[in-house]
């Protein structure tokens, strides 16, 4: 995405905010993608780094919203604080859960797929000497030891990849705890 797609859409979504605001977030975002070329980044690569525009100007009017509502204490400031984190809310649970719950599922599969390899190796290593498999005892036994190597690595980068998830999913939820944490302190 090139810096002016990148801004069109980030100002689209902040549209009904203060000017000013909308001005300052404008400016804050166009300073990263000028120190991001002046680093020698091209700006598709400034714009991957900086996120979505819409999921930006989404948090960006969540938190403007929760700000409002801290200094004003009205009852209107309270009403669109809500319904701002309640979008935001929304839209994680009609993306994000779909997404969450496919790659669960995936990775679910994924561990009863190695350790039934894990049995059949076993299986392998210790019928084979018994039942005159292709290749002698000797190719069985070496055969049952590769497939339980191979599913105990399988498991090893399962487990891998399933940290590396949930402290995303835990980065993530900071994220939203960052913006409604002024709202539950006082």
Known sequence: MTR????????????GLPPQSVADVVADYEAHFTDGIA??????????ALG??????REIRAESTMTRW???????????AVFAVLGLGALDI????PIL???????????????????????????GPFIDPPG???TALLAGLGIMAGSASGAAVLTMISIGLMNALVWY???HYRLLKPALES
């Open 4 to 15: 002016q797609a990148f801004m069109a859409r980030l100002r689209a979504g902040l549209r």
């Open 39 to 48: 680093a020698g980044r091209s700006e598709e690569e400034v714009a991957a």
């Open 52 to 57: 979505s525009p819409d999921r930006l100007a």
């Open 70 to 80: 801290r200094d004003e204490r009205s009852p209107s400031s309270a009403a669109s």
């Open 94 to 97: 009609m993306i994000l859960l």
């Open 101 to 127: 719950i496919a790659v669960a599922s995936t990775i679910f599969g994924l561990v009863v797929a190695v350790i039934i390899a894990f049995f059949a190796g076993a299986f392998v290593f210790a019928a």
């Open 136 to 138: 002698g005892p000797v």
């Open 173 to 175: 939820g900071r994220l």
